[in-house]
């Protein structure tokens, strides 16, 4: 009988609060795809570097599993209140505390019982599409194939148990301590403003809005103890700042009467304030929620745009090797003849030249970064030659001139650059600017950022500031090779202290090493971004949705007394938008600041103007704003359904 | 100022037509404390959700100052309701989330009276009704008594030329009736309220100078106060419904 009874409001409860339901799914669809790319063979094998995806993933499953535990905790309290008359009833009834108790946990198992098992289902579809995208990350065709992976679904299970039994066994002693006249009458009672005290309340506002300002200013300072202070300052703001705003509502009308009963005020502001007290503390925590989670997308993309940038910038040579002041790249070459097939290969000297005015030129563009003190230099022919082995089309260089081949973002600079070189006694114009990839980011590379190509007699009558060797292969450089290479680097730093520094850069492996970060960061930031996001709308749909019953008794009144469907549909509005609007607010504030300067933080040329940081805030508030709008559109959508049921 | 004229009311399908209204007519007159009187089932809150425009009639018309109110298309029907109407029903029908003032007041705020003048509108009808020292607590705080008259404060605060009561006295213990009744007996003789209430109690019936008698959805007799005592009245009721028949244990 009690099962039947239990079964029966499970699946009422699935139609109540199916928004949640989804969110239960759509939990247990990430928790299962991500987890089963920690798991699988095909995705480890990808590269070594992968290996720390596990951690990364472990982590952002533990925040995860707090974050729907809280979740459902949360609805759990929700529809225990909603239903309190009912468990009350039952009391009243004669059945024992210990039955209800157990007839609730059976409700909720069941429900997250379906949850899991579609999510397991959806799990697999998502995980595919997970893996679709790490192959093409690494290049890799992709190609359907199943695999179950056992350990997957039961660390998922594992997790949904815990998850359904903390918050079970947190909402058992309200239950369980509640009198029965306290359940029956639970509903009715208008809640108490957190912060009553006008004085307090001015005080806390003022504290809450100097503590959001001073957090502001701590967490972009780029220092990790500031900006974990500003962290804590930016979440006490969040708290109070609703809190005493929530308070402040009634006294403000108490004060304005007029605007009190203007419109449908009266009635929105009352059924708000009948709810300061949870409300303050939910949009609150929907605030801290949602800012977390735009923090979270906006990292995500602005460390996309920097792996991106990354692999443009650094090199497009298959191996090229910068050593310092040794010419003798024979070890490396005896392993790279035995083992890679290497198409063309060259090697050559960059040379010194006496005067630095184009580096101290491109100075402030490169934000004082100088890996030389003087202007580097290369010979035309050695520049054909590399030219020639990337693909890159053919160029000239007439008697008395240079050209300029520097890093994408300096082409515009050094564009306006007009001087002559004078090279002993011989006097240079510009030519040209040609700026594609030429492994010009780091230390020995062709250049730091910009390289001067001169006629080959005028070069070579100049010191050397350091050797190169550049190689193509035909088949891509695998880590394994790279690390090889690597490791003939620390002998020879070992066996020869005086060598100076060899620096070893692939442009495989640098696509490896970016797929394997953005598999490794993005990733896991996206799936918390994503729990936290759909979490949240989640827990302000519930808030709402709940109040349904109350809203539709409502309702009927007002429309009853007169008010016409505009007032109603209007009222409904005003309602909803404060649950939605309010916390968006601070969170998009502080957030866009916060990636703002996040990506102000990064190496110059990582982003090559204002415009497009801009574009990574604006991106980050389009993505979150897509997903939010399709939970907001829901509730809306079926709250208007439910309390303005004759909707043409 | 109400005329009630042949009005039908049928519920079901083609094959089972229950006739909740038969052919129902009368009149009320400006300032009349009309009560209907019945059985559960004899069609009594029918009727009442008909003219109140909550429910319309399958047949026949509903005249409200001479304006046929069957005919009035929906989207008007909301502003009649909240310039005509006062509602009172048994269960109160207050909303939770407002003050009593602020119940009394939404009235006004939907028919849109000047902001400024609400609050002292509604202390002058809030005196009237005795709830002027209650008016900032809200409905959970206040006894059954005080809440039914806070709904007929809310019914009349605008000025609206009919006061529809459904059981008003249902939920209230006898002596609070009694406070209510004679506090609608009141309004009616000194505001000129018109009243229509609802009822199966001959007690609560018995405030009122005319009654209805309803059987099966049809008219079944009329009752006249005239200037009898109230006590005489009441028992007149009775014998017509021993007569009626049905359920009327209660009101004894």
């Known amino acids: 009988m009690l099962s039947k009874l239990s079964l029966r409001n499970a699946t009422r409860q699935m139609k109540d609060y199916l928004i949640y339901f989804i969110t239960i799914v759509i939990a247990a669809t990430l928790i299962f795809s991500f987890n089963s790319l920690v798991f699988s063979q095909e995705i480890r094998s990808l590269s070594k570097l992968l290996d720390t995806l596990t951690l990364m993933i472990g982590i952002a499953s533990f925040v995860v599993v707090c974050i729907i535990g809280w979740l459902v905790f949360y609805t759990m309290r929700f529809m225990m209140k909603r239903r309190s008359r009912e468990f009350g009833t039952y009391l009243l009834l004669g059945i024992e505390r210990k039955r209800i108790v157990n007839l609730f946990f059976l409700e909720n198992l069941i429900i997250g019982a379906v949850a899991l098992l579609i999510g397991l289902l959806t799990g697999n579809l998502l995980y595919q599409g997970l893996r679709a995208m790490l192959l093409r990350l690494y290049e890799i065709q992709y190609h359907f194939s199943y695999e179950f992976s056992l350990p997957a679904t039961l660390l998922t299970f594992a997790y949904f148990a815990l998850i359904f039994i903390v918050a079970l066994f947190l909402n058992r002693r309200k239950i369980r301590k509640s009198k029965i006249s306290e359940l029956i009458y639970m509903d009715q009672y208008n809640e108490k403003e957190l912060a009553t005290d006008g004085k307090k309340r001015r005080r806390l506002f003022v504290a809450s809005v100097i503590s959001g300002i001073v957090g502001i200013g701590l967490l972009i300072t780029y220092d990790a103890t500031f900006s974990l202070i500003g962290a804590f300052a930016i979440i006490f703001f969040l708290f109070t700042f609703y809190i005493s705003f929530s308070s402040g509502i009634s006294a403000y009308f108490k004060k304005h009467e007029r605007k009190k009963y203007s419109g449908n005020t009266l009635y929105v502001f009352r059924s708000l304030a009948s709810k300061v007290g949870s409300m303050g503390i939910t949009l609150s925590v929907i605030s801290i929620l949602l800012t977390a989670t735009l923090i979270a997308v906006g990292t995500g993309l602005s460390f996309n745009h920097l792996f991106m940038r990354n692999a443009e910038l650094e090199t497009s040579h298959s191996i090229y090797i910068g050593s310092e002041e040794k010419a003798d790249f024979s070890e490396y070459k005896i392993y790279i003849d035995e083992n890679l097939n290497v198409t063309s290969q060259w090697q050559y000297n960059i040379y010194k030249q006496d005067s630095d005015s184009v580096t101290r030129y491109v100075d402030p563009y490169r934000d004082n970064f100088r890996a030389y003190d003087y202007d580097t230099v290369m010979a035309f022919s050695d520049y054909t030659r590399l030219r020639d082995m990337l693909g890159y089309h053919k160029v000239t260089l007439p008697e008395g001139e240079y050209i300029i081949q520097c890093l994408d973002y300096l082409a515009k600079p050094l564009a306006q650059y007009n001087e002559a070189v004078r090279i002993g006694d011989r006097t240079l114009l510009k030519r040209a600017v040609y700026y594609e990839t030429f492994t010009q980011q780091h230390w020995n590379g062709n250049g730091s950022g910009f390289i001067l190509v001169v006629p080959d007699e005028i070069a070579e009558a100049l010191p050397v500031s350091h050797s190169a060797y550049a190689a193509m292969t035909d088949e891509p450089v695998t880590m394994t090779e790279y690390e090889a290479l690597d490791m003939i680097r620390m002998h020879r730093h070992e066996t020869d202290r005086d060598a100076g520094y060899d620096m070893i850069y692939s442009k495989e492996v640098v696509k490896e090493q970016n797929a394997s970060l953005y598999a490794v960061i993005i990733f896991p930031l996206f799936y918390v971004a994503l729990v936290l996001l759909i979490v949240s709308a989640t827990v302000l749909a519930i808030q709402i949705l709940s109040e349904m019953k109350g809203y539709q008794n409502q309702y009927a009144v007002l429309h009853m007394l007169g008010a016409e469907r505009k007032y109603l549909s209007s009222a409904l509005r005003r309602q909803f938008a404060v649950y939605y609007i309010l916390p968006i607010i601070p969170a998009a504030v502080i957030s866009s600041i916060f990636i703002f300067f996040l990506c102000l933080a990064f190496d110059p040329g990582v982003f090559q103007d204002i415009a497009q940081i801009f574009m990574i805030v604006g991106a980050t508030l389009a993505i979150f704003f897509a997903v939010f709008a399709i939970y907001i559109a829901a509730s809306y959508v079926s709250l208007r359904r439910n309390i303005l049921p004759d909707d043409a | ?252």
């Open chain 2, 1 to 252: 100022m109400l005329k009630v004229s042949q009005i039908e009311k049928y519920y079901g399908s083609r094959n089972n037509v229950t006739k909740a209204l038969d052919r129902i007519s009368f009149d009320v007159e400006d300032g009349e404390f009309i009560a209907i009187m019945g059985a559960s089932g004899s069609g009594k809150t029918t009727l009442l959700n008909c003219i109140s425009t909550i429910d319309s009639v399958s047949a026949g018309n509903v005249y409200l100052d001479n304006k046929n109110i069957s005919q009035i298309p929906e989207e008007k029907l909301a502003r009649f309701r909240r310039e005509k109407l006062g509602f009172v029903f048994q269960d109160f029908n207050l909303l939770d989330t407002l003050t009593i003032e602020e119940n009394i007041a939404i009235t006004l705020t939907i028919n849109e009276y000047p902001p400024e003048q609400v609050k002292e509108k509604v202390a002058s009808v809030a005196k009237q009704l005795g709830i002027d020292d209650i008016l900032s607590k809200f409905p959970y705080q206040v006894s059954g008594g005080q809440k039914q008259r806070c709904a007929c404060a809310r019914a009349m605060v605008f000025g609206q030329s009919l006061i529809l009561a459904d059981e008003p006295t249902g939920a209230l213990d006898s002596k609070s009736s009694k406070n209510l009744l004679e506090l609608m007996g009141n309004i009616n003789r000194e505001n000129g309220a018109t009243i229509l209430m609802v009822t199966h109690d001959a007690f609560s019936a018995s405030y009122a100078r005319r009654i209805l008698f309803l059987k099966d959805g049809r008219l079944f007799n009329e009752l006249y106060r005239d200037d009898k005592p109230r006590r005489e009245f009441y028992h007149e009721i009775l014998d017509v419904l021993s007569v009626l028949g049905g359920n009327t244990g209660d009101a004894l």
